[in-house]
């Protein structure tokens, strides 16, 4: 594997940051203009013409696109989704060290509680010359650790009782020399980037289908003859065909930021957290035996999110079964345990 220096690895780390940001607003618009258009093609109750909605449900009425009417609705309603969007982001962005620690159950650990962890922590933190983070623990008897946070006042090392009760001392300080790699080389800042993104997205793709098939359950049209119903009839199906068509599309360009984001947060970063662990533990053999340990219990009790496991040292392979499993393996973010083992071997 090439060799990437730290500073490599954060101006690296930094520049996709700034890639999520600018990219996952061009796609949220564009989902927002796609789905107008085919709301404004149906018509629904209202159109809207010339600044106005009016009335579009006499017998004459067909289904239309207009593309003026389409950026007049666009222009009006993409400045509030942009406003709801960056709240949701900043709160999401500063608390999201609150959100981990609530939906894993850590509590801080104190030098008195357990003077082992800490001294790990400590000395290695200052071997490589970094500001001491933050440590948690999670009364769980599975094993794993992970990292995270945003700048000095909130980066984490987590790790689980189960783990400190496993691992031996050497093995223990390659594990936390891992997350503080990650932590040394802004992985965390851009994994919490992506994690908040793409949790948005999947919330509004949530809400627009719902919201869709909301509306042709109850009527989106009304009927008051016999013509009336048949046109009803022709319109529900016209709403079938066109769930199907934003459902896919809709998939398809959440999909595709998926995909973004899982390029950004590269494999790679597991490699070089990796050597950044054994070399700051100075002994590439220790870690590789963690890892070895960690693979044959790995997960975190009922937690089962998967934008928390993509912190986890090891990925649970449970999280994700059948086609799924197929797809997260080409797009994971984690190699294989086989393969980390094999390099820090060779070490």
């Known amino acids: 594997m090439k060799y990437v220096g730290i500073q490599s690895q954060i101006s690296s780390n930094n520049m996709k940051s700034m890639l999520l940001l600018i990219t996952f607003p061009i796609i ?62 900043v709160i999401a962005y500063f608390s999201n060290t609150k959100m981990i620690q609530k939906a894993t159950g850590a509590q801080p650990l104190m030098r008195r509680e357990n003077p082992r962890v800490y001294n790990i922590v400590e000395n290695l933190c200052m071997s490589c010359g970094m500001d001491m983070p933050k440590v948690n623990v999670i009364d769980d008897p599975q094993l794993n650790a992970f990292a995270s946070g945003i700048d000095k006042n909130s980066y984490t090392v987590t790790v689980t009782t189960g783990l400190l009760d496993c691992l ?46 909301n509306r042709m359950l109850f009527g989106g049209f009304s009927s008051s003859s016999s013509s009336d119903n048949d046109r009803n009839n022709k319109g529900n199906g016209l709403s079938v065909i066109v769930i199907m068509l934003i459902g896919a599309v809709c998939a398809g360009i959440a999909y595709l930021f998926i995909m973004l984001t899982r390029f950004a947060i590269s494999r790679k970063r597991e490699f070089m957290a990796d050597a950044g ?53 080409l797009f994971a973010t984690h190699p294989s345990t086989e393969e980390r083992i094999r390099i820090l071997e060779q070490f």
């Open 28 to 89: 949220l618009l564009g989902m927002l203009w796609i789905f107008l258009a085919i709301i404004t093609y149906l018509g629904g109750d209202y159109y809207e013409q010339n600044s106005y909605y009016i009335k579009k449900l006499g017998a004459n009425y067909e289904p239309q696109f207009d593309t003026s009417s389409v950026n007049w609705a666009f222009t009006k309603i993409a400045p509030f989704v942009i406003i709801g969007v960056v709240i949701w982001f």
């Open 168 to 213: 031996n001392d050497e093995e223990l300080a390659g594990v936390i020399g891992h997350e503080l790699t990650h932590i040394r080389n802004r992985d965390t800042r851009l994994l919490i980037t992506s994690i908040i993104f793409v949790g948005i997205v999947s919330t509004v793709l949530s809400l627009v289908v719902r919201m869709i098939y």
């Open 277 to 329: 662990g054994a070399e700051l533990c100075g002994n590439p053999l220790a870690l590789a035996s963690a890892l070895r340990k960690i693979s044959n219990n790995p997960g975190l009790g009922e937690v089962e999110r998967d934008d928390i496991a993509q912190m986890y040292i090891i990925r649970p392979k449970q999280m994700a079964q059948g086609l799924m499993s197929f797809i997260s393996g």
